[in-house]
């Protein structure tokens, strides 16, 4: 079964710059298209970004466009999300998830991202 | 975007008893295509990442139990427990995946009463 584990949370301070990886248990998962959400502490769930199969499309969430990078290491099984200008509303838990076809079955545990000064 | 509303936002239901959560998108979420609905449900417990349930709107997962079914098309659906469990007081979350941007429900929280 296929496992997904984030990493690379903590606390950084607005302005500042993260990255976040995605690793995955094995190969297959780089057959499969990956999304990024995220979740307020307490609260709803938001879609952040995706990366295709092939790393050749990549679609952000408004709220991070322009400011948030997905990409991807098949070597590696993993995939990354670069985010710069942080802010203290990007404050969440961000997950990675496999995005199948009948729907985004497999989630990691997901690491928490705090923006504060 | 689609927006997803969902009711109630939540629910405590006596153990055994029958739970039915809906959920409303803005704009129809069945394909014309292949004739699926790009709905899915989700459970959240504390501390965990979501669950998924259902897919295509009624097809259970594997491994998920058979109290768990889910109805409806185009823009109106239904998460149904037909016999609730202590182990099923969680958050659950309807979500679109008929567009790449996807988007959820608020939430209900379902508790034992």
């Known amino acids: 079964q296929l496992h997904l584990v984030e990493s690379g949370g903590g606390v950084v301070q607005p302005g500042r710059s993260l990255r976040l990886s995605c690793a995955a248990s094995?190969?297959?998962?780089?057959?499969?298209?990956i999304h990024w959400f995220r979740q307020d502490p307490g609260k709803g769930l938001e879609w952040v970004a995706i990366i295709s199969r092939d790393g050749s499309e990549r679609y952000y969430g408004d709220s991070v466009k322009g400011r948030f990078t997905v990409s991807r290491d098949y070597s590696m099984n993993a995939v990354y999300l670069e985010m710069h200008s942080l802010r203290p509303e990007d404050t969440a838990v961000y997950f990675c998830?496999?995005?199948?076809?009948?729907?985004?079955?497999?989630w990691g545990q997901g690491t928490l991202v705090t923006v504060s000064s | 975007d689609i927006v997803m509303t969902q009711s109630p936002e939540s629910l405590a239901v006596s153990l055994g008893e029958r739970a039915a959560i809906n959920c409303r998108s803005s704009?129809?979420?069945?394909?014309?295509?292949?004739?699926?609905?790009?709905l899915a449900w989700y459970q959240q417990k504390p501390g965990q990442p979501p669950k998924l349930l259902i897919y295509w709107a009624s097809a259970r997962e594997s491994g998920v139990p058979d109290r768990f079914s889910g109805s409806g098309s185009g823009t109106d659906f239904t998460l149904t427990i037909s016999s609730l469990q202590a182990e099923d007081v969680a958050v659950y979350y309807c979500?679109?995946?008929?567009?790449?941007?996807?988007?959820f429900g608020q939430g209900t929280k379902v508790e034992i009463k």
């Open positions: 979500q679109q995946y008929y567009t790449t941007a996807r988007t």
């Open positions: 998830a496999r995005g199948a076809v009948a729907a985004d079955d497999y």
């Open positions: 094995e190969s297959t998962f780089n057959t499969y298209p």
């Open positions: 704009q129809t979420v069945l394909s014309r295509s292949n004739k699926k609905n790009y």
